[in-house]
């Protein structure tokens, strides 16, 4: 090997070094940003599970609100019809019989 070409590969030492050392950031920076992916993706798994489950929950409560919403309705519907008709009874001269303790 000549002298120029000598000086030409040392001089060009450094360059590649750096190169090699930005592949090899790349190569880490790479598999560090795969490694957060898979582990995002993972937590993003128990997140949508956790959420999945608080949903059934807040479902099964929204159930229970939404029929004792609709007992008070007919509750009061009841009611309403019991004292209508009482009213009609009372109109015609007759009454419930109603047992007092």
Do not use: C, I
């Not at 940003?33 to 956790?50: D, F, G, I, M």
């Not at 229970?64 to 209508?84: F, G, I, N, P």
């Amino acid at each position: 090997m000549s002298v120029e070409k000598t000086t030409k590969v040392e001089e060009s030492f450094p360059r590649v070094l750096g190169f090699k050392k930005m592949v090899d950031r790349w190569r880490n920076s790479r598999a560090h940003s795969l490694w957060q992916t898979t582990l995002s993706q993972r937590r993003n798994l128990y997140a949508a599970l956790r959420m999945q489950d608080t949903m059934g929950q807040e479902l099964a409560l929204a159930r229970k609100q939404l029929l004792m919403v609709r007992q008070a309705a007919l509750h009061q519907l009841l009611e309403k019809e019991h004292r209508q008709y009482q009213q009609e009874l009372n109109q015609m001269g007759k009454a419930f019989y109603v047992e007092r303790l």
